[in-house]
Nanobody, 124 residues
Framework: QVQLVESGGGLVQAGGSLRLSCAAS????????VGWFRQAPGKEREFVAA????????LYSGSVKGRFTISRDNAKNTVSLQMNSLKPEDTAVYYC?????????????????WGQGTQVTVSS
């Protein structure tokens, strides 16, 4: 199976930018989709964005579309999430996850493998 490790989280002021990376290692043959989710304290886990390794099809949640950009580097087995115009409401633990489905999906139940999460804090 694939192992996912997130990096790039931290503290940023409102209006600023942050870039998260999700590095995949190990056996990645069963991973077709990589998604980003986030979870704030006391709230349900929320879909952010997803991308397919093959074809680069992309799906965004409405709350981040136009501000966040997901991309992939197949040669490096890395998926990045560029976050611009950050708001305090974006504060959460961000997770990357891998799915065996063939098209990007916002349903967390389809993602079987998850990273450890990285904290993003946006101050006002």
């Amino acid at each position: 199976q694939v192992q996912l490790v997130e990096s790039g989280g931290g503290l940023v002021q409102a209006g600023g930018s942050l870039r998260l990376s999700c590095a995949a290692s190990g056996r990645t043959g069963s991973s077709f989709i990589v998604g980003w989710f986030r979870q704030a304290p006391g709230k349900e886990r929320e879909f952010v964005a997803a991308i397919s390794w093959t074809g680069g099809k992309i799906l965004y949640s409405g709350s981040v579309k136009g501000r966040f950009t997901i991309s992939r580097d197949n040669a490096k087995n890395t998926v990045s999430l560029q976050m611009n115009s950050l708001k305090p409401e974006d504060t959460a633990v961000y997770y990357c996850a891998s799915s065996g489905v063939t098209s990007p999906t916002d349903y967390s139940g389809y993602y079987a493998l998850w990273g450890q999460g990285t904290q993003v804090t946006v101050s006002s």
